[in-house]
Structure formats: structure tokens, C-alpha cells
């Protein structure tokens, strides 16, 4: 029965100043980890651009794009598309005084681009080209791109200037590709295609309706752009990262959404209830005043699961390193057992390992060649079983990966899709009394200095509505005694209310005051 038992999926959204973060926990354990900037733009898989081709390198078969990065992006002859000449078309006639959807639907695919052709006999320096990110910028890489435009939905991908409407083959009833193939065809305006995802599978005419209106708004909303300025510009983005790996992941496991931020949970409210009415009532607004990531033991796990070296079972652990050209994962056992059990000792920390590998591969979204060096194992019965559970436990990886089996030292190679840098979050820190100086004073007085602060706050500025956010060992450290506790005293003395809130990321003294609407205080 045990097996049957799908697992539980959370996602946590924490929404600050500067980024949201999201987790996806499976089982409270946590898997993936995404952080999307707040503050500005920064160039990611799926946005549209108008570009302009800057250098052709006939060598490669490919051109140099400005997209406005400092990095110039990349598009290959092979990437431009089957349709390349009706997008080319579009940009050059369209204009202010032109009707712009009545303009697109009369534009005809044209010829077919040759497989075997050349990108100087389709581009030229100073070209201004539609243009999709694939692959962000990694190290000292540009991007790269495409010319086919897609727009992903989570049941339908919309394909501007294609004639063909595809069926996923997960679909295996004959009867339901049928139906679903006949339904968007009868929906699809002229001079767009689009491919059903496995997730339309039994879903009725009004949602995929719904879907298919609001993809080929978004895509007709650029329209305007490119009539006003033929220029280098961001036409539009993908939905934000927390919509998009909704899109990716939601399927019926999921048990929660649990967002921080009022505007972020309509957002997603309101594209749940686009793909997936029914949906609709997993996505909650969270309101304590504990972080949401530290009641959710978020920060915990990320803490523990960053680092250079990751503990696994029976006190193994993993070390990995980041390099250019790839990324080594060393295993290493902790307690080893002799001469019969050792061989089946070492299969079982390989399994371990093997578990926590597929985890940290999905967690720090690890792309390029991955090296594994397990440990040394006799038979070759251990080593393809390895094998296979290495493969069986990628399946459920959303990028394109490949596994190959053991070579005989004991090594294997991963191969996956890399179309973002990997992430990388620094889990130590400055010493927090004596910053990195080597030279302290007395942690006995920080009760004073935040006395000070307080007695200005209420003072100087007024504010008698106070919180107080602190490390877990500072809060117990002012708290400690019923009624005989730090805070307690401060309360009474200064009349005010003041509650304290510990913060596992803050370290050991760190500390910050904040007013009534959660407004941080300097």
C-alpha cells in the first residue's frame, strides 16, 4: 500500500525587498530551490526580445544578437526556425498606421528554410529579429536564443506562424488525442499552431479556450511595441519564475501553496484558476510573523544542504565541487564495515549517496557534465544496480539528463540540460562578534545596545508598537526567565508593546527593529 502513496508537495513562496524565493518540498524535505529578482530585469529562459543582429560567423553557421546584455547572445542557423521568413516579414511591414492583427493573419508562412542553408543567406548586420532566450547566460557565455517562438501554457504551447497543431505522445488514448487535436484546431485563429501537453488530457473546452486567449494576448500585446520602435527591447517575459514552475510542476499531488505576499497570492490564485479551477483553494496566504522559510524549516535545509560538504546516512557524506568546465561529487563513507559485509556496506552508502545526488542536482540545478566518484565496489551485480537506481531515481528531473553506467575506477558521468547557471548559495559566515578580526567585545553588553535602540525608537521617534527580530540564541537569551526576562523589563520600563520574533537565518547577535507595518527601522 505504502508504495501506491503519492508524496506530499509544498511549494513556499518568500516574497522580500529584493527577490522571492520559492521551495518545493516533498514530504517536508526540501528539493527545489528557486530564487527570481525583484529589482530590475535580468535576462531569463523564455522572454521574447527584439534584437539586433550585430556580427555573422559564417564558421559556426550562427550570428552574434544584441539583446541588450553586455554579453552578446548567440542564435544558431538551425535555431532561426522553419518559419523565419513570415516572422522577418512581420517586422519589417509592421507600422503605427497598420492594423496589427488583421496585418499577422494575412502574412503567409512563405518558403520553408533549408535545412542545409546559410545564416548569410538569411542575415545581415543590422537585422532586427524576434528572438527567445533557451539558455541564460552563463559565466563568461552570452545567451542563447531562438527565432521559433513558442509560448508555453500549462495545457497548450502556443506556436505563432506554425500550420500544425501536435499531441503529446504521454496522451495514449486514440479517441482523447482525437477530441483534443479537433477542439483547438476549431479554436485556433489563422497562422498559428500549437502542441497539447499531457496535462490537457480530460480537460473540457472552456479551460483550454480560456488558456489559448490569454497566450495569444500576451503575444499580440508585442505588437504595439515593435510598431512604435524598431529598437532593441524586451517584447515580453515568461509569466514570473513562481508561475512558471507552477505551470511546470502542478499537478494533482499537490497538497499547498503557502505564499508571504498579498499581490504574489492573487497572482497565482488568478493563474491556478486559469489552468486549474479546481485547484484553486491549495493556495494560502501565509500571515505569521515568523519567517515563512523558518517555519517551514526552509532555511534549515538550505543551510545544511549548500555546502561543500553534504552528511548523508551512516555518517557518509558528499563533497562537491564546482568547476568551468563541470561539477565533481565525491563520496566518501563515514563508518566502513570489514571483510564480508564491506561489499554490501559500500552498495548501501553508494545507494545513499546515489539518493542524495539526484536531490542536490535538482536543488542547485547543476547543468553541463557531472562527475560521480562513488566508491569502489567488487561486482559488477552492485555496480549496474547502482546504475539502474541512478536512472531510476532522475526520472522524476524536469531537465533533459542522460546517466551512464560505472566505469571500472568506480566513476560515473551525468549529463543535463544546462539553461541557467548553477545556484550557489555561501553557507558560512563572519564570525558575528568579532568580524572576521579576530578581536571581540563583551557579548554581554548587546542587551545595552539594543536597549539604546529601543529607548530612541520610543523616545525620540514615538513608536511604542515595536518587533524585535533576533537569532534563535539571542531571542532565548532575552527572553529567558518568566518573569524576570530581558524583554519583560523593556516592556515595562518603556511602556511599550514589543514582540520578539527569532530568525534561524540571523546570526548569533544580529538583530533589527521594526514598526507596526512591518517596516524595517535604521
Given at each position: 500500500m505504502e508504495s501506491n502513496k503519492e508524496s506530499i508537495k509544498d511549494l513556499i513562496v518568500d516574497v522580500n525587498s529584493t527577490e522571492v524565493s520559492i521551495a518545493l518540498m516533498e514530504n517536508h524535505r526540501l528539493i527545489e530551490l528557486n530564487k527570481e529578482s525583484s529589482q530590475g530585469h535580468s535576462y531569463s529562459v523564455g522572454d521574447v526580445y527584439l534584437g539586433k543582429v550585430k556580427k555573422l560567423l559564417p564558421s559556426l553557421n550562427a550570428a552574434f544578437v544584441d539583446i541588450g546584455d553586455e554579453k552578446e547572445a548567440f542564435v544558431h542557423y538551425l535555431d532561426l526556425g522553419l518559419y523565419f521568413q513570415a516572422f522577418d516579414d512581420f517586422v519589417?511591414?509592421?507600422?503605427?498606421?497598420t492594423d496589427y492583427k488583421a496585418m499577422y493573419s494575412h502574412i503567409k508562412p512563405g518558403k520553408i528554410l533549408e535545412k542545409e542553408g546559410r545564416i548569410e543567406n538569411v542575415l545581415t548586420p543590422g537585422q532586427m529579429i524576434i528572438v527567445q532566450i533557451v539558455k541564460e547566460p552563463i559565466s563568461t557565455k552570452g545567451s542563447r536564443l531562438t527565432a521559433e517562438i513558442s509560448l508555453a501554457g500549462r495545457n497548450i504551447v502556443l506556436l505563432p506562424f506554425a500550420e500544425k497543431v501536435s499531441v503529446s505522445q504521454k496522451i495514449s488514448s486514440k479517441e482523447e488525442k482525437k477530441r483534443l487535436e479537433t477542439l483547438v484546431k476549431s479554436i485556433l485563429p489563422k497562422n498559428y499552431g500549437a502542441i497539447i501537453r499531457t496535462a490537457a488530457e480530460g480537460k473540457n473546452a472552456a479551460v483550454l479556450d480560456a488558456e489559448l486567449m490569454s497566450l495569444i494576448d500576451k503575444w499580440e500585446s508585442s505588437f504595439v511595441k515593435i510598431a512604435k520602435s524598431k529598437s532593441i527591447q524586451l517584447l515580453f517575459t515568461e509569466y514570473s519564475k513562481t508561475t512558471t514552475i507552477l505551470r511546470d510542476l502542478l499537478n494533482d499531488s499537490f497538497s499547498n501553496i503557502y505564499v508571504?505576499?498579498?499581490?504574489?497570492?492573487?497572482?497565482?490564485?488568478?493563474?491556478?484558476?486559469?489552468i486549474s479551477p479546481e485547484q484553486e483553494k491549495i493556495v494560502k496566504f501565509y500571515k505569521d510573523k515568523t519567517p515563512i522559510f523558518d517555519h517551514f524549516e526552509v532555511t534549515r535545509q538550505i543551510k545544511s544542504s549548500f555546502g561543500k560538504v553534504v552528511p548523508i546516512k551512516q555518517g557518509a557524506y558528499l563533497v562537491i565541487e564546482h568547476t568551468e568546465a563541470l561539477h565533481v561529487i565525491d563520496v566518501n563513507s563515514g563508518t566502513r564495515g570489514k571483510n564480508k559485509e564491506q561489499e554490501q556496506n559500500t552498495f548501501d552508502v553508494n545507494c545513499y549517496a546515489a539518493e542524495e545526488i539526484a536531490r542536490q542536482l535538482r536543488l542547485r540545478d547543476m547543468g553541463g557534465i557531472v562527475i560521480v566518484d562513488f566508491i569502489d565496489m567488487d561486482t559488477v551485480e552492485h555496480r549496474n544496480a547502482l546504475f539502474k537506481k541512478m536512472q531510476e531515481l532522475m526520472e522524476t528531473d524536469r531537465a533533459k539528463h542522460n546517466v551512464l553506467p560505472l566505469t571500472k575506477f568506480g566513476l560515473m558521468q551525468i549529463t543535463r540540460q544546462r539553461v541557467r547557471p548553477a545556484t550557489e548559495i555561501n553557507t558560512t559566515e563572519v564570525c558575528p562578534?568579532?568580524?572576521?578580526?579576530?578581536?571581540?567585545?563583551?557579548s554581554v553588553v548587546i542587551d545595552e545596545a539594543i536597549e539604546r535602540k529601543l529607548a530612541w525608537y520610543v523616545g525620540e521617534k514615538g513608536i511604542t508598537n515595536l518587533t524585535l527580530k533576533v537569532s534563535p540564541i539571542l531571542g532565548s537569551y532575552l527572553s529567558r526567565g518568566l518573569f524576570t526576562s530581558i524583554l519583560g523589563k523593556w516592556k515595562k520600563k518603556y511602556k511599550c508593546k514589543l514582540e520578539l520574533v527569532e530568525v534561524t537565518d540571523f546570526t548569533v547577535l544580529q538583530n533589527e527593529f521594526y514598526n507596526e507595518k512591518g517596516d524595517k527601522l535604521e
Open positions: 519589417r511591414r509592421i507600422n503605427l498606421n508571504n505576499d498579498e499581490k504574489i497570492y492573487d497572482e497565482v490564485r488568478k493563474y491556478i484558476g486559469l562578534v568579532c568580524n572576521g578580526t579576530g578581536k571581540i567585545s563583551s
